[in-house]
């Protein structure tokens, strides 16, 4: 519907965009929330750098390994590697940190509206922050889940005591092999609940949530209702952004809102009901809850 057409970039001024931005979270009948991988950027939440070879030095001296999103994909030789990598991937961006500041400041700007979030992020952050675990959607999975490598059942597993107890036994890049994990009904290796390919299991929670997100979006499809996407690329558009699009054009009332670092921008055919605000993540979520502190 959009792609053939013009697309706008930045609607406005940086002041202007703030205000209007947050007097749609203030008047709007409810705000729904699009969360990708560059709102957990911005809570330093970083798969490279500094960061990365604090932690994956070793990977990164064996293999060449340079992020934390492609170590996941390398091949490696043996489980006890296998799960060496992912008990770490797993304990430094699910467990072994806090919320993060922008989570934590758009928790205040919407805790007293009807509000949803819809993330494809899989890092817990939204719960950590303290969102209703009932008004979340993780629509690519949880790192603290694991699964049936070969989807035999449809039940997902926690996973955090394993987890920890593999970072605190492996040792050169192994864990001892007692610890790989194995489901409990065919007895094929686990694996963790990320949807990469056409074996990701759907629970009943993820089903029930889906529920819930279609619930959400039915009572508030012919009201004002604000579409808030944060930090989404373009690796999955057709989960939040293309959707989102689509509800802003056929509701007069929505309004969409875009805060991305060097990528905020709209189609043209909603940029009269459309907020794009170029921008760090933290520091606009931020600069909106300082303002809205302020007296009237």
Same mark, same amino acid.
């Given at each position: 519907?959009?792609?053939?057409?013009?697309? *706008?970039?930045?609607?406005? $001024?940086?002041?202007?965009?703030?205000?209007?931005?947050?007097?749609?979270?203030?008047?709007?009948?409810?705000?729904?929330?699009?969360?990708?991988?560059?709102?957990?950027?911005?809570?330093?939440?970083?798969?490279?750098?500094?960061?990365?070879?604090?932690?994956?030095?070793?990977?990164?001296?064996?293999?060449?390994?340079?992020?934390?999103? $492609?170590?996941?994909?390398?091949?490696?030789? *043996?489980?006890?590697?296998?799960?060496?990598?992912?008990?770490?991937?797993?304990?430094?961006?699910?467990?072994?940190?806090?919320?993060?500041?922008?989570?934590?400041?758009?928790?205040?700007?919407?805790?007293?509206?009807?509000?949803?979030?819809? *993330?494809?992020?899989?890092?817990?952050?939204?719960?950590?922050?303290?969102?209703?675990?009932?008004?979340?959607?993780?629509?690519?999975?949880?790192?603290?889940?694991?699964?049936?490598?070969?989807?035999?059942?449809? *039940?997902?597993?926690?996973?955090?005591?394993?987890?920890?107890?593999?970072?605190?036994?492996?040792?050169?890049?192994?864990?001892?092999?007692?610890? +790989?994990?194995?489901?409990?009904?065919?007895?094929?290796?686990?694996?963790?609940?990320?949807?990469?390919?056409?074996?990701?299991?759907?629970?009943?929670?993820?089903?029930a949530a889906a529920k819930r997100y279609e619930?959400? +979006?039915?009572?508030?499809?012919?009201?004002?209702?604000?579409?808030?996407?944060?930090?989404?690329?373009?690796?999955?558009?057709?989960?939040?952004?293309?959707?989102?699009?689509?509800?802003?054009?056929?509701?007069?009332?929505?309004?969409?809102a875009c805060i991305n670092q060097g990528d905020?921008?709209?189609?043209?055919?909603?940029?009269?009901?459309?907020?794009?605000?170029?921008?760090?993540?933290? $520091?606009?979520?931020?600069?909106?809850?300082?303002?809205?502190?302020?007296?009237?």
């Amino acid at each position: 519907m959009f792609l053939n057409r013009l697309i *706008t970039k930045s609607i406005g $001024s940086c002041s202007d965009n703030m205000k209007r931005l947050k007097e749609e979270i203030e008047t709007a009948d409810a705000v729904l929330v699009g969360a990708g991988a560059g709102m957990s950027a911005s809570a330093g939440l970083t798969y490279s750098g500094e960061r990365f070879y604090r932690y994956f030095w070793d990977f990164h001296e064996k293999y060449g390994i340079n992020d934390i999103y $492609s170590g996941g994909f390398y091949p490696y030789d *043996t489980l006890e590697e296998y799960w060496a990598w992912w008990s770490r991937h797993i304990y430094y961006n699910r467990y072994d940190l806090p919320a993060g500041k922008p989570y934590k400041d758009l928790l205040e700007l919407v805790k007293n509206k009807d509000y949803f979030v819809l *993330t494809t992020n899989v890092d817990h952050q939204f719960q950590l922050a303290g969102f209703d675990k009932k008004r979340l959607f993780y629509t690519q999975g949880d790192y603290g889940l694991w699964q049936c490598s070969k989807a035999c059942h449809d *039940t997902t597993y926690d996973n955090e005591d394993a987890v920890r107890e593999m970072v605190a036994e492996q040792s050169d890049m192994r864990i001892p092999t007692r610890l +790989i994990p194995r489901c409990p009904v065919c007895g094929a290796p686990m694996t963790v609940n990320l949807r990469s390919d056409n074996l990701f299991v759907q629970d009943k929670g993820w089903y029930a949530a889906a529920k819930r997100y279609e619930n959400f +979006i039915g009572r508030y499809e012919r009201r004002h209702i604000l579409l808030l996407e944060l930090g989404v690329g373009l690796n999955t558009p057709a989960i939040i952004k293309y959707p989102f699009w689509q509800m802003t054009a056929q509701n007069i009332r929505a309004v969409y809102a875009c805060i991305n670092q060097g990528d905020a921008y709209c189609p043209q055919e909603i940029a009269d009901r459309a907020v794009c605000i170029n921008g760090d993540i933290n $520091s606009v979520l931020d600069a909106l809850l300082r303002e809205a502190a302020l007296p009237q």
